[in-house]
């Protein structure tokens, strides 16, 4: 996924639309809007049950399940289907 050299480097592989490297810092400001935190809060909020009973299930802290959603799919707004598929 990234290269341990983008990562030391400070540079997240494929991330600038210009087809090189992106900096860290501009690739997570991306994701860390006013926006995506409050759709984040919102998700945590409304799925909180779900979300405690997955970590005690299988220990996955329900901050990092928000994140990643927020991530890849802004809370279910950016889904693709076939996307996650692996057929």
């Known amino acids: ?8 480097r400070g540079h997240v592989a494929g991330g600038a639309s210009s ?7 501009e690739y997570r400001a991306s994701f860390l809007t006013e926006r995506r935190i409050a759709e984040g809060v919102g998700f945590w909020s409304a799925n ?4 405690e009973r997955a970590e005690r299930q ?4 329900p901050e990092y399940v928000v994140a990643i959603l927020g991530v890849e799919t802004f809370y279910g707004r950016n889904t693709a ?3 996650w598929s692996t057929h």
């Open 58 to 61: 299988y220990g996955v802290p």
């Open 48 to 51: 909180r049950k779900a979300l």
């Open 81 to 83: 289907a076939g996307a």
């Open 19 to 25: 087809g090189g490297a992106a900096p860290l810092e």
């Open 1 to 8: 996924m990234f290269s341990a050299r983008a990562a030391r």
